[in-house]
């Protein structure tokens, strides 16, 4: 069996191109080890691939099998970062999770997308297998969860590739083999203090033998019926929700909800709270969003990792909790260089600007990130908070309008307005309302390569850029 045909087909299929940057995790077993060997036979680039190890410290040996990855990586010539996870902080997962593997699980992943972000990788590939698949829809079952958890592992979500989610894990213990490479044998994975452990060496042989069929492909034909199913119900939810995805407005409209039959309400409410939070949210926190959100008071929700649900204007916004009070933007602008980062820690956020080019046409980055045509920016940009009198000319309009009214219009609320930084060029010409909207003169035409400038806004408690600059003046002084 040609595994690197296969990964390589595989990848592409999922919508991966032989020239993207690839961060793939390795933990040194058959799996992705022979995920590792498949994908640098197939992309002929090792330039293209970064391998992360994240050694989780919970037993003897995690270091040698850390040690064997990077003596793998260096033979093949593909570049490593390795990290190790602080006890203490495992330990606050394990209790805020229910258990130590879920604590594990959440923070190996933050551990890829953080060092996905550095090294600028487009991807990121697991050697998750149809053993694996299997595993998870028998897990799930025993856990009692919603159906649609029966979907099991998907082989994309998001930037996450699983190239090898059909195929069995025979196939990856062949193929190190047949590379003469002894892959790390992990003791936990027959430790059945770990419910895996426990369903994987005594609970499916026992189906097998009892039911004498094959369990395995039985389960994964559900897992995949439950993703026709979801499949099916995400389009409905979107065809009735219409307006701009959630990913790039930040709200969802309170109509809308009311608008679903209850089974979509919750569906909402999960996935917009999954987005958000960046984390599953229990049960009971989403009953609770659902109640506050259709008793359809004004107010406020409080939510895990000082976050709050706030409804205000018939919108539902989740946003992290501050003291607005001591939390303010200076009203003097701060010249952000292009490129260049600027940190300002009164208003804690961060924002960066670099050279760029628009590479898809008709499709423009939202949110909190956006792209400004290089023409309408001359030296700096400068940043500010909103002033008095300040005017906007809004996407799409020929015509000025008050940003007052504007930030109005958009149900913004009145104790997040002060908060919004708003970024200026050279001119003095208001170029994009931060995280809202761009000027239609800041606006690019649509052209594959077009020139432009790249603004994303982020929060300082993800890590400070290397300028910093601390707003130390009163809120009231316009300096």
């Known amino acids: 069996m040609d595994l690197s045909r296969i990964v390589k087909e595989k990848l592409i299929s999922l919508g991966a191109g032989p020239e993207d940057a690839y961060l793939v995790a390795v933990s040194g077993g058959a799996d992705s080890t022979a995920l590792l060997l498949a994908m640098q036979a197939a992309l002929r680039r090792s330039e293209d ?12 040996g995690s270091r040698q099998d850390l040690e064997r990855v990077v003596e793998l990586c260096n033979k093949l010539g593909v570049r490593v970062i390795t990290d190790q996870l602080d006890p203490e902080q495992l330990d606050a997962q394990r209790r805020k999770f229910g258990s130590l593997e879920a604590g594990m699980r959440s923070l190996r992943y933050r551990f890829f997308f953080e060092t996905a972000e550095k090294r600028n990788s487009k991807w990121i590939v697991t050697g998750h297998t149809a053993d694996d698949q299997t595993e998870t829809v028998l897990f ?35 193929f190190c083999r047949t590379m003469g ?33 094959d369990v395995s492909d039985l389960l994964r034909r559900m897992g995949r019926t439950a993703r026709r199913l979801s499949s099916a119900e995400e389009n409905l939810l979107y065809t009735v929700m219409p307006g701009p995805g959630l990913e790039c407005s930040g709200f969802v409209e309170r109509n809308h909800v009311l608008a679903l039959p209850d089974v979509l309400q919750r569906r909402v409410i999960v996935d917009y709270l999954v987005q958000m939070l960046r984390e599953y949210p229990s049960r009971s926190l989403v009953d609770n969003a659902l109640e506050f959100i259709l008793a359809g008071k004004n107010g406020q929700l409080s939510l895990p990792g000082n976050m709050i649900l706030t409804l205000s204007y018939g919108l539902v916004h989740v946003r992290r909790e501050v003291d607005v009070s001591g939390c303010y933007l200076p009203s003097r602008g701060l010249e952000l260089k292009i490129p260049g980062s600027l940190a300002i820690s009164s208003a804690g956020i961060a924002i960066t600007a ?7 046409p008709g499709s423009y980055p939202c949110g909190k990130t956006a792209l400004l045509s290089k023409k309408s920016v001359t030296g700096s940009l400068w940043v500010r908070k909103r002033l008095s009198g300040d005017r906007f000319m809004p996407i799409g309009m020929e015509r000025d309008k008050k940003l007052k009214d504007f930030l109005v219009d958009r149900k913004v609320p009145r104790a997040t307005r002060d908060l919004i930084p708003v970024v200026l060029n050279g001119k003095g010409d208001i170029v994009w309302v931060g995280g809202i909207e761009i000027s239609q003169r800041a606006a690019l035409e649509g052209v594959e390569g077009e020139e432009a400038i790249e603004i994303r806004i ?13 707003c130390d003046r009163n809120p009231g002084d316009t300096g």
Do not use: C, K, Q
């Open 49 to 60: 691939l970064t391998v992360a190890h994240l050694d989780h410290g919970v037993r003897p």
């Open 140 to 174: 799930r079952i025993s856990r009692g969860m919603d159906w649609r958890s029966f979907e099991g592992i998907p082989e994309r979500r998001g930037m996450i590739l699983r190239p090898l989610i059909d195929m069995p894990r025979s196939v990856t213990r062949s």
């Open 181 to 213: 490479i002894n892959p790390v044998m992990d003791p936990s994975n027959y430790d059945e203090t770990y419910a895996r452990s426990r369903i994987r060496n005594r609970i499916l042989p026992g189906l097998v033998t009892t039911f004498n069929s």
């Open 354 to 360: 670099r050279e760029s080019t628009l590479t898809v």
């Open 458 to 470: 982020e929060d300082l408690s993800s890590g400070d850029p290397p300028a910093r600059i601390d």
